[in-house]
């Protein structure tokens, strides 16, 4: 399972939002190339990072981030908020971005988005759902869908999607857990695609269990932001499931 660190931006700093409210943010750190390499050093490889400035504006804002952060480490990349045009798909692998996060896309135009799909791949395109109350959120957290959850997932799968993320916005940024129940029943019913989880993650144990109920990834912020989990803690889980293996 793979343990991916997220990387928030607002006005080009590395933040943290409280349940998608952008009036709730807490900043971290004014560099997110310090964070970058901080992660780096500590074995973490892979990074989800998110323009919630382009998620919210409908329109990329920190393409510069990316590139720098792409040019000065060896961190995969999965690069959303604000993707709305192929123009902006190439521009994230032009700036080092090795993955394109897609959301609220794949809801309000979704042949554009099959067309993506069948373009560049499954594997080059992470659809991420966010998802409160069973509602589809979109355009970072503003706007609500009323489209059937698991019918949406289904189809997505159906047009190639191969890999997948889904936060639970109730659950995000506020260190109370994962949704372990709507994570089993999305493996359970759409068995064919790569899960990552994402949001309410407080601790390893939440990660053990994450990696026992069958996800292929999972993203965690907040909890090292606040020391909750150190990168020790994950290089140490890492080598052990390695050994293990």
């Known amino acids: 399972m793979d343990i991916i660190v997220a990387i928030d931006l607002i006005d080009g700093q590395c933040v943290r939002l409280i349940q998608g409210d952008f009036k709730r943010k807490k900043i971290y750190n004014k560099d997110p190339l310090e964070v970058a390499f901080l992660l780096e050093n500590h074995g973490i490889s ?40 192929e123009e902006d798909i190439r521009a994230v692998f032009e700036n080092g971005g090795h993955i394109v996060t897609v959301g609220s896309i794949a809801v309000q135009k979704p042949f554009l988005f099959k067309k993506w799909i069948d373009t560049y791949g499954g594997d080059k395109i992470l659809l991420g759902v966010d998802v ?42 506020i260190l109370s857990g994962p949704s372990f129940i709507l994570y089993k029943e999305i493996i359970e019913k759409i068995p064919n695609v790569e899960f990552i989880a994402s949001g309410g993650v407080r601790n390893m144990n939440d990660v053990e269990k994450l990696f026992n109920l069958g996800c292929s990834g999972v993203i965690i912020g907040k909890a090292i932001y606040e020391n909750q989990i150190s990168l020790s803690s994950i290089k140490n889980w890492k080598k052990k499931k390695n050994n293990n293996n």
């Open 46 to 85: 892979r990074l989800h990072l998110v323009d919630l400035d382009g998620a919210k504006k409908g329109k990329v804002v920190h393409w510069k981030i990316l590139e720098k952060i792409a040019k000065n480490t060896h961190l995969i990349i999965d690069f959303g908020g604000g993707i709305h045009s």
């Open 132 to 173: 409160k109350n069973n509602k589809i959120a979109s355009n970072g957290w503003t706007k609500f869908i009323d489209f059937p959850f698991f019918d949406f997932l289904k189809e997505k799968s159906n047009h190639g999607v191969k890999k997948i993320f889904c936060t639970d916005i109730s659950k995000d940024g």
